[in-house]
């Protein structure tokens, strides 16, 4: 667990229940402050000092609360992130810190959103787990970021992640297939080439950081297909047929190849859910 945040960033935070504590960790625009509330949110959490949540707790904001910078541009205008100069690591840096950034986001969003759903109460303490560890990740790229003379904001970034909260935000199975077993599960499938080419080019230091993530997104896979699974079981849906269904719903763009697939099934997300939505399989 995160050791006890400065108590001037969750100055005038209300604790009262967990849904409330993430929607303010969903608004602050100042990102230690953002970070510090999730950290606290979930020791209270887990040491089970607070509820989960109430009928007075404040609405969702419709986007998350951000700093002036980075500025928000295509992907298509973003810096390259070569690994083979330090500009080119910087940007790549960069890039993972946004990822990091809206993943802590939609972590603190499936809580606070949901929070009225009918799971166990161990569907919150996955989540949460999920926001603490992205938040941990979003620090450390952070830190690297400093050591190498940059900082967060200091490139521009794109938007694209959070458009899977708009499209999913009316429903939790959607949700689960759209942010765990796609988007992170992408992750899983580029972040082993990009370590070796790290370690390559010596960036000992950021590749370290990468191999935290990596086994911990392994991790947030396999919370987002256990639960998939469970409300598939639930609804009497096959798992995999209702993936799918929902990927071609939901996500804008192709699941593409190649495929970690000994990652992805140690997560639980075997070949059966996503060959057929590969692009190279028809």
């Known amino acids: 667990m995160a050791a006890a945040p400065d108590p001037r960033l969750i100055e005038g935070v209300s604790f009262a229940t967990l849904r409330g504590a993430c929607v303010a960790a969903l608004a602050a625009a ?13 020791r209270r959490w ?13 609405p969702l904001p419709t986007r998350p609360g951000r700093p002036d910078k980075p500025e928000l541009v295509s992907p298509r205008t973003v810096s390259r992130r070569s690994v083979h100069t330090e500009a080119g690591r910087i940007a790549l840096i960069h890039a993972l810190a946004h990822i990091e950034l809206n993943a802590i986001d939609l972590a603190l969003d499936i809580v606070a959103r949901f929070a009225t759903e009918a799971v166990p109460r161990s569907f919150f303490d996955g989540w949460m787990t999920v926001a603490l560890e992205e938040s941990k990740h979003f620090k450390l790229l952070s830190r690297r970021l400093g050591a190498l003379g940059s900082s967060y904001g200091a ?9 899977a909260v708009e499209a999913t935000s009316h429903d939790l199975s959607a949700r689960l297939a759209i942010v765990p077993l796609i988007l992170e599960a992408r992750g899983l499938d580029v972040t082993p080439s990009l370590l070796e080419r790290l370690q390559t080019v010596g960036d000992a230091d950021t590749a370290a950081i990468l191999d935290i993530i990596y086994r911990d997104e392994k991790k947030h896979v396999a919370i987002g297909a256990k ?4 409300l598939c079981a639930r609804e009497g849906r096959n798992p995999a047929v209702r993936f799918q269904a929902l990927v071609r719903e939901c996500f804008r763009g192709d699941v593409k ?12 997300l075997t070949p059966t859910f996503y060959r057929a939505l590969s692009p190279l399989s028809s």
């Open 30 to 42: 100042d990102l230690d402050r953002k970070t510090a509330i999730t950290d606290e949110a979930c």
């Open 46 to 58: 887990f040491g089970r000092r607070i509820g989960l949540h109430a009928p007075q707790d404040p």
């Open 155 to 163: 490139l521009p970034a794109h938007d694209g992640l959070w458009q």
């Open 227 to 230: 639960w998939f699974r469970f």
């Open 257 to 268: 190849a190649p495929f970690n697939d000994r990652a992805r099934a140690e997560a639980g």
